[in-house]
C-alpha cells in the first residue's frame, strides 16, 4: 500500500496532478503524431497488463472534454463512488474528471501552439466556457424544476396561477400516465389512470412522483446538448429526439413496474436507480457519436 501524506494536503495533490497533466498530454500529442507507440499488445482477453491497455487505446480514441464526463460517471455509478461519502466524492470528481479535463485542455494547447496543422479546417473550442456553459445549465434546469414543482405543490408558497394554468410537471406526469395506459391497453391489458396512479386490473398499481419524471436526467442531457459548440439547428434535433427517447422509455419502465414490480422487490432494488444507470449509459453513448461524427461542420469546412 502506498500512502503518501503529503497528499492529505489539498494544495499538494492539485500542484502534483498538474505537472503529471502536463506529461500525460504531451504523451498523447506524441502518440497522435506517432512518435510513440504502445510496446504491449492491447487485448481484452489477455493478461490484465493487456487488457489495460486496450482500455487505454479506447480512450485515446474518445473526444477529447466529453471522455472526462464518461469516465466520471463509470467511476461514480459503476464503480459505485457515490457510496464513498463527502471525501470520496470530492476525490472522483477531482482525479475522474478534473484531472483528465486538465489533460483534455493542454492537449488542445499543444496543438494549437506547437502543431498548427493540426487545427487545420477547424475553430478551436473553448473547453472551459463549454464546462462553465454546461454548469450553469444544469443547475439552472435542475433547481428551476425543483423551484416550480415547489411552487405548484400545496404548501407555504404555493401558487394557484402556475398550477392551474402553466404547471408542466403535471403535464408531463398527465402525458406519461395516458401514454402509458394507452399502450397497456393496446396489449389487451386493463389499464386505468388518474393524475397520480396507474392501475393494471389483475397486477398492480404504481405511484408516479416527481422523481420519476426523469426530470433530472433530462436536465443534464439539455445541459450537455445547449453547451456543445455545434449549429442550433443540429442541437435542436438532437435534443428533442434525445427527450422523447428518454421519456418514452420512462413510459416503459411505468409499463413493466405495474406488471411486475412489487413493493417486496422495492426493499432489495430501487428501480429509480436502475433506470438512471441505464438511461446515463444511453445518453453517454449518443453523446458520444454526436460528438465524434460532426458530419454538419466536416461539410461546411470542406465548403470552405
Known sequence: MEENLKENNIKFWIDKHNR????????????????????????FWGSPDERTARFKQLWWQLPRYTRPILYFIYRMFFQ???LDGREGVIFHFL????FRLIVDVKIDEILKYQHPEKYAGKEPVSPL????????????????????????????????????????????????????????????????CNDYELLVA???????????????????????????????????????????????L????????VLYWTPKDSK??????????????IIAISLYFWVKHPEGENKRHAAN
Open 268 to 281: 432489495i432494488i430501487d428501480h429509480h436507480t436502475i433506470f438512471n444507470v441505464i438511461i446515463y449509459i
Open 129 to 192: 466556457g463549454f464546462v462553465f456553459k454546461f454548469l450553469v445549465l444544469f443547475l439552472l434546469f435542475y433547481f428551476f424544476n425543483l423551484l416550480f414543482f415547489g411552487l405548484t405543490s400545496p404548501g407555504k408558497h404555493y401558487s394557484p396561477f402556475l398550477d392551474h394554468y402553466l404547471n408542466y410537471v403535471q403535464g408531463l406526469r398527465w402525458l406519461l400516465l395516458n401514454v402509458s395506459t394507452g399502450l397497456l391497453n393496446l396489449l389487451g391489458f386493463t389499464a386505468i
Open 80 to 82: 459505485l463512488g457515490i
Open 20 to 43: 503529471y497533466s502536463d506529461l500525460v498530454a504531451a504523451e498523447e500529442v506524441e502518440r497522435m503524431l506517432n512518435l510513440r507507440t504502445q510496446t504491449l499488445k492491447p487485448n
Open 202 to 248: 389483475g397486477h398492480s398499481t404504481i405511484q408516479v412522483v416527481y422523481s420519476c419524471l426523469g426530470l433530472g436526467v433530462i436536465s443534464f442531457f439539455a445541459a450537455f446538448v445547449l453547451a456543445f459548440p455545434k449549429p442550433v439547428k443540429r442541437k435542436m434535433i438532437f435534443l428533442v429526439t434525445g427527450i422523447l427517447v428518454i421519456e418514452f
Open 95 to 98: 482525479q475522474a474528471y478534473w
Open 250 to 257: 420512462n413510459v416503459i419502465r411505468f409499463m413493466v413496474l
